[in-house]
RNA sequence: GGUCCCAUAGACUAAUGGUUAGGUCACCACCCUUUCAAGGUGGCUGUACGGGUUCAAAUCCCGUUGGGAUCACCA
């Protein structure tokens, strides 16, 4: 049977790294077997539901280069891959549930439901539905139900779980996990506005769309003793369950917006490449090789390997995903850098040719790590300064070098102003003068760029231009006087 | 608290039961150098603890400790 795998988001707001990461290790594991990867909209509750939260879902995913053979906008043979416009199925199943007694009516009412917990609270057991004593088909009994039933009464259908017993399951990641029945609760599945609860819409969904692989996150380990239930129940196959490392704050804790950015257009934002989120966010629980960082899309999808995926959660690092980035700066194509770069100069107010923001792109993607820091840390490449750095003028300007530098700049500007010649002349004066040329070179730096800090010197004049660099020689002795 | 899951350095990870426990980020030093980076070289720090099984354990088993997830008419 070939592999179809789903990623099945709810659309409350925007995309998560952990989501991306889950999503990002369906579409690995569907492209390697040559199998579907699909995504469903789980949207069954209307209380949480968010406008535009599925396109922005859907943008994020396109963005990160994470592509859905069979979607709410691509259609498929297996829709609607929305679960609002499948309601009529839940209900079916639900009725066929009740039909072989492993589902049943409950009447009870939240203040009910809240007393009972607060009862079992109190004498120190797990709150858990006890359908011996509460108001359900059990206890009201058949003639009392059936009225109740068709006065419409505000009822719910529960999963009859086993009362003794223990469930059991296989994980690809962490192997059989067994739990005592006893500790799993008869959850709601259809609720009482006839709307499914996440644990019947998902069974119901990942059995009629041929589901073969649920890949998804830790946090649903509890709840899968539930949906193994419920395959067996109807008598459909169990898909293999894969429930992946969760993750982490840097305290270890769940990763959560409290402790710093979640969604993935976030860090779109802050200025990280899809390459490096993709790249970052998969060797996060998984890693194919014992020596080598950076991996493409292809090489993801060539090596992945569900059974390699680690169980313990991983701290999301930031410096890390920097350092990361990083390395996709300085080796991407500088054509392709450069039109990303060009609306963040426009941003700016920078105005320059097409081959000037490549070189600049070019000559500051060192000292970087995210292309939208150019404009801020080289303002000077477009902007000539009229400050200068106190701290670092103080190191290396006196008066007395007031001269030496006219010299220099007029010697530079004899010269035909490439980087080597910029140098050769700067050598060859140092020398003559007894000068350092250490000094030439931070004294040109302080004047050209008003920063002590920047990419090296004779090319960021190359590239301002002769023109321009005396000028700005010009401006800062002149204001030194 | 119940249930379940997890445990290689500060972080991410590699290691058919047999390696001096490897790589990356971070950190430190040195080299390069014109500042800052980048790059190069070297270094620091690790199998949570205690028992077993075995000729041999990071690896298998048990316990302890620690961490996490989850316990809704949310997903």
Redesign the pocket.
Known sequence: MSVRVRF???P?GYLHVGGLRTALYNYLFARHHGGKCILRI????R??FVEGATENLISSLRWAGVEFDESPEKGGDYGSYI?SERFELYRKYAQELLDRDAAYY?????EE?DAM?ERMQNA??????DRTVMRNQYTLGEVETKRLLAEDA???IRLKVPLAGEVRFD?I????????AR???D??LL???N?????L??IVDDHLMAITHVIR???????T?KHVLLYDALGWERPKFA?L??L?N?????L?KRQGDVAVEDYREKGYFKETMVNFVA?????P?????IFSMQELIDSFKLE??????????I??????N??YL?SKPLDELTEQFLPMAQHAGFTASKEYMCDVVGLLR????KLNEIPAFGTYMFTAPTEFEEE?KAKFWTPAMAEPIQELAKRLEASDFA?DT??AV??DYAKESGI???V???L??LAVTG??????????MEILGKQESINRIAYFLKAQE
Do not use: C
């Open positions: 099945a988001p709810s409350t789980e949207d069954t509750d209380t949480r679960q409950a009447f009870d009412t939240a439901l917990r120190g057991i797990a709150p858990r539905y505000q009822r719910v994980d990641v962490r192997g059989t996990i067994t739990v005592p500790d799993v609760d959850q709601i609720k009482s506005d709307f499914p609860t996440y644990h819409a998902n996150g830790e946090e649903w380990l509890p709840s003793p429930h490392p969760l982490l840097p305290d270890k804790s769940k959560s060797l996060l629980g998984w890693n090789s014992a020596d080598r960082e390699k995926v680690n169980k313990a959660g991983a701290v999301f690092d410096q890390k995903l920097d350092w990361m990083g390395e300085r060192e000292r970087v790590t670092y980087a910029i140098n700067a050598k350092k040329v250490g030439f070179m931070n040109l730096r920063k002590s800090v920047g990419a090296s010197m004779i090319h960021t």
